[in-house]
């Protein structure tokens, strides 16, 4: 079973890394609380988390905002035990808060792209863009004061009502939701077990000109080494929407069979995955020995995406 891993693990973090996207200037971004009902014998407790639609002019992308501001910190904590560190050696007991799984829509190539993390990697999945067959009514609702209209649709085994500003000039949703003339501002299913509630929208301030201090790895000669732990997005400007150059591209069929090496055998799937990358190997220089816990799964026995009937 080992075996398979590191060969699987190995394959997977050889293969070609997602290739250079034309990069968008983020204008503004939408803010939602996500809540979905994920066990369906616990209602009265759904999971709930902040999400973030950063809106560019040629593409938009869907993430959390908490884990968006966890990464800030994260960034700063090390930067400063880095400064203070004689040795070269730092701890920092991180917190993982929000989920990694992005969504990226390229409206004009008809192109989703869907970011997923397991342990260490980042991996990319590219696919075509839902197509939508949206109702539009003439039901009309005000949003932190934008005019909005109603749209009705059944999508992914699910029937959705959303609400689209027109007044803005981008196609774009939250998660894989599409294809109306306007920014979906707000969006739920008819039982309310899946919702994107509008928390407020404010412009995004320009892409930084100096380089981020926070990289994979330190400039030569300073005698330390960081690890961007879960991708690339910790030396990112948030301001800048583009395809996560480290993630390695893969398909749903391959993702899907790491899922399940995790969930069969998680200890020995985090040392396959460490082992693949070179991690707590022997190399030039301190290197950090990292172990990584995989906790309990969540029970999901009523996901987003339903089997249709």
Known sequence: MKKQLLLCAALLTAAITAGAQNTDTAAYMVHYKFSHVRDTTNRANPYTENMALLLGKISSVYKSYDKQLQD??????????????????????????????????????????????????????????????????SDTASFGGMHCQKATAHFKGRDYTAWFCADMPFHAGPWKL???????????????????????????????????????????????????????????????????????????????????????????FVQAMMASSGMNGPGNGPRPQIKIKIGPQPVINNPVELAEK
């Not at 926070?214 to 879960?230: K, L, Y």
């Open 178 to 268: 599409n294809g109306l003339p306007g920014v979906i501002l707000e969006a739920y299913d008819a039982k309310k077990e899946v919702v994107f509630k509008f928390d407020g929208i404010e412009k995004v301030a320009p892409p930084q000109t100096a380089a981020s201090a926070a990289t994979s790895e330190a400039q030569p000669g300073d005698g330390h080494r960081m690890i961007v732990i879960g991708g690339d997005d910790a030396d990112t400007d948030p301001a800048i929407i583009a395809l996560p150059s480290r993630s390695i591209k893969t398909t749903d069929k391959e993702f899907t069979k790491l899922q399940e090496a995790m969930r069969k055998d998680p200890d020995a």
């Open 72 to 137: 800030a910190l994260f960034k700063k904590q090390v930067k400063e035990a880095m400064a203070n560190s004689p040795d070269g050696n730092i701890k920092i007991n991180r917190q993982n808060t929000g989920s990694p799984l992005q969504y990226f829509q390229f409206p004009a190539q008809q192109k989703l792209y869907r970011k997923e993390s397991l342990v260490i990697n980042s991996y990319l999945i590219e696919d075509a863009l839902p197509k939508i067959d949206w109702k539009v009514s």
